[in-house]
């Protein structure tokens, strides 16, 4: 398939993919974070407010506009960057250009007041939720002092203190000290849209080429969150370590580890092990979380709350197994084959393959990473798995345990 990169006036770097025979192409459009939020929820209120209405259109007129065309739009709040995407029909790629632009470039953010009220009581509505509030509490702990922590928690703390002032500086700063990145993927002549993204993104203030540094996050301790929920009728535990980002040696291998311990369904060892043999889970997974600066590891299970011990013992064993005892060859080529075929997966629509390419750009890592991670997995061996299990499931964890 034909692919290229090119550069805007501004320095916006765009990829444009052509996938044929496909009736609905792909834009999004990725704004990196100079710094971090100065105010916990800022962000998460900003990203709501771009649809409430610009200088041109009032948020029925947006909602109107969009379901005329069969436009699916969406302002969208990531880890280290914003982003904007629509999916519309090849002949409405303009339209649908023209209404993000507006977006972008005029919001108004008037409805400021009724929105925070909005999301506050949407958010008490989803702290009511056990898998909600373990998740929450892991995350504030471990990423104590760092944006990667801001969860409801934070932010309903911090919500009667939020100005109108604070969404206004935050997207100043968006919009004028951030790095550029869009991606377009669809059945149509680059030359024919091109003169579109020149005179729409632009003429947006010029890209920046800075990205942030991979920091060092080290945890010294282990942590234990404990959250007492008088009607809750299960306990959940969610339990994690620090550990490298997509930019590691080890990054492959991890990702691997992850698919054999727990992100794999009912093949995963945890499932096998504490669902199946032992009975002592609902939901059992892990999951491996690649950010921009860092990642994390966690092992999240629901269960009795009788079975909390048990279950931390579980933990243990699995990890000690692969710590000690080399991952057999065909365990080892089914976690390949499954990760290799879950990238597919995200890429088999145009709009998933915008956005994962745009992901990887706008971090830093280059449009066709996903295709050089492939084969950095296929390399991967046995012995590298378990070098990893024993670097990184140490005694300096994170341990987050909600019962009644």
């Not at 974070?33 to 948020?59: D, I």
């Not at 629901?302 to 991952?327: M, R």
């Amino acid at each position: 398939m034909e692919s290229k990169v090119t550069i805007l006036k501004n320095n916006t770097e765009v990829f444009y993919k052509k996938n044929l025979n496909t009736p609905r192409v792909a834009l999004c459009l990725n704004m990196s974070f100079g710094e971090p939020e100065k105010s916990a929820g800022v962000h998460v209120l900003m990203s709501r407010l771009f649809m409430q209405g610009t200088k041109n259109r009032s948020a029925q007129q947006i909602a109107e506009e969009l379901d005329k065309y069969a436009i699916e739009f969406s302002p969208e709040l990531r880890n280290d960057y914003f982003r904007f995407r629509f999916v519309c029909l090849n002949e409405d790629f303009d339209k649908a250009i023209e209404i993000m632009t507006d977006v972008i470039k005029n919001p108004t953010f008037e409805d400021f007041e009724k929105e925070l009220v909005k999301m506050t009581g949407e958010i008490i509505a989803e702290m009511d939720s056990p898998r909600s509030k373990v998740m929450d509490a892991y995350y504030d702990n471990m990423f104590e002092n760092h944006s990667y922590g801001t969860g409801y928690t934070r932010i309903l703390q911090n919500a009667n203190n939020l100005k109108k002032q604070d969404i206004i500086d935050a997207y100043n700063l968006l919009i004028n000290n951030s790095r550029k990145v869009i991606t377009v993927i669809g059945d149509l002549e680059f030359d024919e849209i091109k003169p579109t993204l020149e005179e729409n993104f632009g003429t947006l203030p010029e890209s920046v080429n800075s990205l942030k540094e991979n920091n060092v996050f080290d945890l010294k301790e282990h942590k234990i969150a404990e959250i007492i929920k008088s009607d809750a009728n299960q306990a959940h535990i969610q339990q994690g370590w620090i550990v490298p980002t997509y930019t590691s040696e080890d990054y492959p291998a991890l990702s691997l580890l992850n698919v054999i311990l727990g992100a794999s369904g009912l093949s995963s060892r945890l499932f096998l092990e504490l669902r199946d043999k032992k009975g002592l889970a609902y939901v059992v997974r892990s999951s491996y979380e690649p950010f921009g600066e860092c990642g994390n590891f966690s092992i999240y299970i629901a269960t009795e709350p009788k079975n909390i011990e048990v279950c931390l013992e579980g933990f243990k064993e699995e990890i000690e197994k692969i710590k000690t005892t080399p991952i057999g060859k065909e365990e080892l080529q089914n976690a390949k084959n499954n990760i290799i075929g879950k990238w597919e997966f995200l890429r088999e629509t145009n709009n998933k393959e915008a956005a994962l390419r745009g992901h990887h750009q706008i971090l830093g890592l280059g449009f066709a990473f996903n295709d050089k991670a492939k084969e950095k997995i296929r390399a991967v061996t046995a012995e590298q798995i378990q070098e990893c299990a024993n670097k990184y499931f140490n005694d300096n964890y994170v341990l987050a345990v909600l019962k009644p």
